[in-house]
């Protein structure tokens, strides 16, 4: 009886969580799995007839070169941004001052992000500050272009996304036995050695959560490339945006979340259990030990 | 503790007097673009008529149809372009006007009308603007330069140039630098217009309908495609006086927004009273002055005090982008391949 009572409350508990997913989360996502089936109205919107075609649009090589770019683009920038967090979060984490420096990784969040896009011209423009100070100490004579391509792109995307690396892994490192690298070193490990084989794979959850954080929003992304990158850094986001406002194809906009929506979960389920079981093995052996 | 019940009492008091105030007042709900009417103009029409404007903005023809075809009631007027207006009359969302209450409709030039027929007889739609995009150059970089397209290819601008990230639009150039009309479905002239976009592609350092204005104003960019009134409100007098906007002579794609009445509008008597009072002269060239726009009012163009960026004379080549329904697709596809490559 207890226990049937305890159920109830746990229901009651997650009711208004459970509410706000359905409505915000669930419903809109069945929405557009519903519409990537549907017909294309040519003024806008959907018709209700079932049709294949917005499947059928998908299979274009240039569609699969986007996919590809954007695939390149969030890779590059997910791996960079967890080699800048790592250590950054094992300063902080091993750091007197902790808060404080955990309260600077949140204060960008307090501007807008578009601002805070918009400022990266402003730092990397033709006329911008890093121009200007290579040019100042005569290191460059002519500006050099670092903005309108896809590494800018990319530069923009880790700056953006690092806190959100930075924050599972301080939470992860923090709980670290730091005692093990001493006792590694003792062991005649180099001091590398100790960091690459003992705490690396002791902090693998908080690395696999900084990389989903980073790689999936960088994946979908849309105002970075539209404002940073250049003539060719189109990505699978810029292309939904096109198809839905100025084709006004809502079934091919649809259909091509679904398929990345259904590409991100099976990839994210794959690398999750990749890094579970790798992480069981350790426990094993440690266990084993 | 008594001071404060009279205190709230006060308050309340006076919340119940501004509530009767504005509840008394006749509401218009307009719903326009962002930025394209000065406040100045609506506070003129809420005087002149005792009434209040309540005013929505959106940002691009798209969005306002999808909210109004999902069921978003409650306005009364909206401004669609040329296609949406037609889109709109098809699917029965206009009402029709009753033009003895537009009697300044006359003082539209009869040349706009000449130039479409979306809407015969204007039955559902009183233009409200007609304009193009165009080019802008930085005449401190550039010196000796044709007003037209072959800017694009100048050498001493590579990678100085931006192209709207519009297809219609710069497609529309292409085409019109060849000869062909911006509304074309032959797939010959579209891959001819796609050739001569590629060629500038190499040139150019984006495509960019956000941040162009910004960036010619910052002097990243030296040669922008674009409308007059995003690059101009970037920059100070000093840098007025060094940008030149033309439109290319062969002419470029152009558009007309139409101020309409929704069929399920309450307030109709209302809404025809301020389209008639936009196209009073002096309310028209308020309107023109602020944007520097061309007047398509005649009897404005002799009182206005800003000489605009552009007239209707330079407008002569250009053509209305019209509603191409199915055939978009063949413009995707092209402007696919020039984003994209093959």
Not at chain 1, 92 to 106: E, G, N, P, T
Request: charged content about 20%.
């Amino acid at each position: 009886m207890k226990i049937f009572k305890k159920k109830n409350y746990g229901q009651i508990y997650t009711a208004p969580l459970m509410f706000w997913i359905t409505v915000f989360f669930v419903i809109p996502i069945l929405i557009i799995f519903v519409f990537s089936f549907l017909k294309k109205s040519y003024t806008g919107g959907v018709l209700p007839q079932f049709s294949l075609d917005a499947y059928g649009a998908l299979a274009n090589p240039q569609f699969v070169k986007v996919v590809l770019k954007t695939l390149f683009i969030s890779i590059v920038a997910s791996i960079f941004t967890v080699l800048l967090a790592i250590p950054t979060s094992y300063y902080i984490a091993r750091s007197k001052y902790k808060d404080i420096l955990l309260f600077l990784i949140i204060i960008p969040f307090w501007t807008n992000f578009l601002i805070r896009i918009y400022a990266w011209i402003a730092i990397l423009g033709n006329n911008g500050f890093v121009n200007n100070f290579l040019i100042n100490i005569g290191l460059i004579e002519e500006h050099v272009q670092l903005l309108y391509n896809q590494w800018a792109v990319i530069i923009v995307i880790v700056y953006a996304y690092l806190p959100f690396a930075i924050l599972p892994l301080y939470s992860t490192i923090e709980k670290f036995d730091f005692s093990l690298l001493e006792a590694a070193r003792d062991l005649g490990a180099t001091k590398f050695q100790s960091i690459m084989k003992v705490m690396i794979p002791n902090i693998k959850p908080g690395i696999t959560t900084a990389v989903l954080f980073t790689f999936i929003p960088a994946f979908g992304n849309y105002a970075i490339p539209e404002i940073v990158g250049g003539k060719d850094s189109v990505m699978v986001g810029n292309i939904i945006a096109n198809q839905l406002r100025v084709v006004r194809n809502w079934p091919l906009s649809a259909s091509i979340s679904v398929v990345l929506t259904v590409l991100t979960t099976i990839g994210v389920l794959l690398f999750v259990q990749l890094n579970k079981s790798k992480t069981d093995e350790i426990r094993k052996i440690k266990e084993d030990v | 503790m008594k001071k404060l019940f009279v205190f709230i009492g006060v308050i309340l008091a006076l919340f119940a007097i501004s509530g009767c105030k504005t509840a008394k007042k006749e509401k218009l709900y307009i719903y326009n673009w962002t930025y394209y009417i000065p406040d100045e103009v609506i506070k003129d029409f809420q005087e002149k008529y005792g009434v209040e404007v309540v005013y929505d903005v959106f940002a691009s023809n798209e969005e306002m149809y999808a909210k109004l075809k999902a069921g978003g009631t409650g306005y009364d007027i909206t401004f669609p372009s040329v296609d949406y207006v037609s889109i709109m009359i098809k699917e029965g969302m206009l009402a029709k006007l009753d033009k003895s209450k537009l009697p300044n409709i006359a003082n539209i030039d009869p040349e706009v009308f000449s130039k479409a027929n979306y809407d015969p007889n204007y039955e559902y739609s009183v233009p409200y603007m007609m304009g193009a995009a165009g080019i802008t150059v930085n005449k401190k970089y550039v010196k000796d330069y044709k007003k037209d397209v072959s800017v694009f290819l100048k050498p001493e601008l590579k990678g100085r140039i931006t192209l709207l990230d519009d297809m219609r639009e710069v497609l529309g150039l292409a085409l019109k630098y060849q000869g062909y009309s911006v509304n074309t479905v032959n797939e010959e002239e579209l891959k001819k217009a796609k050739e001569l976009v590629i060629k500038w592609k190499d040139n150019i350092q984006k495509f960019d309908a956000e941040a162009f204005g910004k960036g010619f104003a910052a002097g990243e960019f030296w040669c922008v495609h674009g409308y007059q009134e995003n690059v101009f409100s970037e920059l100070d007098d000093s840098q007025k006086q060094d940008a030149d906007f033309f439109i290319p002579e062969q002419g470029a794609a152009m558009y007309i927004d139409s101020m309409v009445i929704l069929k399920d509008a309450k307030n109709k008597e209302l809404a025809h009273k301020f389209i008639n009072f936009i196209h009073e002269p002096e309310v028209y060239a308020k309107f023109v002055d602020f944007f520097a726009f061309p007047s398509i009012n005649v009897p404005a163009r002799s009182i206005r005090k800003v000489t605009p960026r552009y007239d209707l004379p330079d407008l002569k080549n250009c053509e209305i982008k019209l509603d191409l329904g199915e055939n978009i697709e063949l413009y995707n596809k092209v402007w696919q391949e020039i984003r994209v490559g093959n």
